[in-house]
């Protein structure tokens, strides 16, 4: 089944403590990206990636950091999380293109405290 | 980067049709006009898209105003499954990189009444 994944779905921690958020693909596609999703705000970009080994920032990219190493998979890091990084996160890819549709995994809520 | 406006809200009563608007008056002859939604809980799930002429699919249609300043989603016969976020966006396809950034805004609440 074609499928957008991302682990953990949910994680409370603590301010400081680095933590990586999986995102992994299998349908091939070149283009992943990472959104975030608050109350009144909706989702806000917060990185991308055209294909492997390239990345660039979307709206919101202060406090992240992410790599893209392999084709499938493009993980989402917070070196030193804050409580303002509370938020449901959302990773989705597609094939390159503007005609090309994204399709997004679950969601990843995270709480820092 | 080219942003779309949306309605906050919009209501509709069960099987009737919906209309949601979507002003993009930005947009670039080579922008696409996408629209996901957004059920409760779910991650977005893609809907349509189109660039020029209007689109229909099994899920909705997509009327693109002729100046491509403004797009309609129109769900024919709305059900309770269709209450959720609905959200227009642009994607480029002037090559490069500019299908990769992209804005959402807040979407539209539709909700629909038995």
């Known amino acids: 089944e074609a499928q957008v994944t991302q682990n953990p779905r949910y994680l409370i921690t603590v301010t400081g403590k680095k933590l990586t958020v999986t995102c992994s693909q299998n349908?091939?596609?070149?283009?992943m990206s990472w959104y975030r999703q608050d109350p009144g705000l909706g989702l806000r970009q917060i990185y991308y990636?055209?294909?492997?080994?390239?990345?660039d920032k979307g709206d919101v990219p202060e406090g992240y950091k992410v790599s893209r190493k392999e084709k499938r998979n493009f993980p989402l890091i917070l070196e030193s999380p804050s409580p303002n990084q509370t938020s449901l996160y959302f990773c989705?890819?597609?094939?390159?293109?503007?005609?090309?549709?994204?399709?997004f995994g679950d969601g990843t809520r995270l709480s820092i405290l | 980067d080219a942003k779309t406006t949306q309605p906050n809200s919009m209501e509709s009563n069960e099987e009737e049709p919906v209309h949601l608007p979507c002003n993009h008056s930005?947009?670039?002859?080579?922008?696409?006009i996408h629209w996901y939604r957004q059920l409760p809980s779910q991650g977005p799930e893609y809907v349509i898209h189109g660039l020029t002429s209007n689109v229909n699919n099994r899920m909705a249609s997509l009327a693109i105003a002729e100046d491509r300043k403004s797009s309609t989603l129109i769900l024919h016969r709305a059900t309770l499954r269709d209450a959720a976020v609905y959200y227009c966006?642009?994607?480029?396809?002037?090559?490069?990189?500019?299908?990769?950034?992209?804005?959402f805004g807040q979407g539209t609440i539709l909700t629909v009444h038995p």
């Open positions: 349908m091939n596609h070149e283009y």
């Open positions: 990636s055209m294909n492997v080994e390239v990345t």
């Open positions: 966006i642009l994607r480029g396809s002037a090559g490069g990189t500019s299908y990769g950034k992209l804005t």
């Open positions: 989705a890819s597609s094939f390159k293109g503007g005609n090309q549709p994204q399709h």
């Open positions: 930005t947009i670039s002859g080579t922008d696409y």
